[in-house]
C-alpha cells in the first residue's frame, strides 16, 4: 500500500471489478481509455503482461485507478505509467498527488531511473497535472492511438528521471518573529 498527501494506492482486487467496470463506462473516462472493460480488467488480475494495478482511494473510497508496466531489460529499464480518476474527484490534486506517489514508489522501492507516460495531445487536464510532477515533453506520437470513433488521435510522450520529481509545495512557515532593537 502506497500512501500520497492525500489519496492511497493499494493492488486491485476481485472484489474491484464491478467499481472499477462502471468507472471505466462513464463517458469521461471511456473517451480517454477505449475498450477497457471487465476482461481486460479482469486479465490484470493475472497476468503479468497486463502490468500492475492498483486503486486509487481517499478515506477507502474508490475514486480511481493507476497501473504500471517495467521494462526489465537493464539496458532499457523504466517504468511507463497510466492513470484514470473519476470525474467527480478531477481538479481536486489527486491525479498529481497519485502520480506523484506511484512515481516515488517506482523510483525509490524499484529502482527505475526514468517514468514514461503518454496522454491524448488534447487531454490538457491530464498534460498539466504530469507537468506538476515533473514530467517533460518528448515528443507526439502521431496516430498513436485509436479513440472510441474509429479515428487515430496523437499522444504526447513525456517522460521523468529520477531526480526531477517534483514535490507538492510546502506549506509556508510564519515569518519569524523580529527581535526588538
Known sequence: MLRGNEVTLRPMGAGDLGALTELFA????????PGENEPRLRA?????????????????????????????????????????????????????DSVRTLARHLFDDLGHHRITIDPAVTNARAVSSYRKVGFRDVGVMRRYERANDGTWRDSL?????????????????????????
Open 26 to 33: 462513464v463517458p469521461e473516462v471511456a473517451e480517454w481509455w
Open 44 to 96: 490484470r488480475l493475472t497476468d503479468d503482461d497486463e502490468g500492475v494495478g492498483l486503486v486509487i482511494e481517499v478515506d477507502d473510497r474508490l475514486i480511481g485507478f493507476v497501473q504500471y508496466f517495467e521494462e526489465a531489460d537493464p539496458d532499457y529499464r523504466h517504468a511507463s505509467i497510466d492513470i484514470v480518476l473519476h470525474p467527480d474527484w478531477c481538479d481536486r490534486g489527486l491525479g498529481t
Open 157 to 181: 510522450l513525456m517522460d521523468l528521471l529520477a531526480g526531477e520529481l517534483v514535490s507538492p509545495a510546502q506549506p509556508s512557515s510564519p515569518p519569524a518573529p523580529s527581535s526588538p532593537s
